[in-house]
């Protein structure tokens, strides 16, 4: 089992760039398909980035690739989101997400049993 905190959400100006971490309890960290959703006022969660166990694969949304980046460093126990260009429409709730062993190409929030708290972002225009 593993635990899941989030930070780094907060506001910014829309064009500008933020970083969420997750730090994972757990020393099986780097057997963890590593996640990140998100969820908008009134909106379903939705898949945003996911990467493979040893960071070698990654996967997005079409909505964010080419401005988001996910990356973890396993030693640190630790999965990153690097969000640059934000958008007002980025603005949501960030979720880190963790699923033992599997494939990163999983974007369904049934495909994850564990999740953190949430981290606000929120973009201004």
């Known amino acids: 089992q593993v635990q899941l905190v989030e930070s780094g959400g907060g506001l910014v100006q829309a064009g500008g760039s933020l970083r969420l971490s997750c730090a994972a309890s757990g020393r099986t960290f780097s057997s963890y398909v590593m996640g990140w959703f998100r969820q908008a006022p009134g909106k379903e969660r939705e898949f945003v980035a996911a990467i493979s166990w040893i960071g070698s694969s990654t996967n997005y949304a079409d909505s964010v690739k080419g401005r988001f980046t996910i990356s973890r460093d396993n030693a640190k126990n630790t999965v990153y989101l690097q969000m640059n260009s934000l958008k007002p429409e980025d603005t949501a709730v960030y979720y880190c997400?963790?699923?033992?062993?599997?494939?990163?190409?999983?974007?369904?929030?049934?495909?994850?049993?564990?999740w953190g708290q949430g981290t606000q972002v929120t973009v201004s225009s």
């Open positions: 997400a963790a699923r033992y062993r599997g494939s990163y190409y999983y974007t369904d929030i049934s495909d994850y049993p564990y």
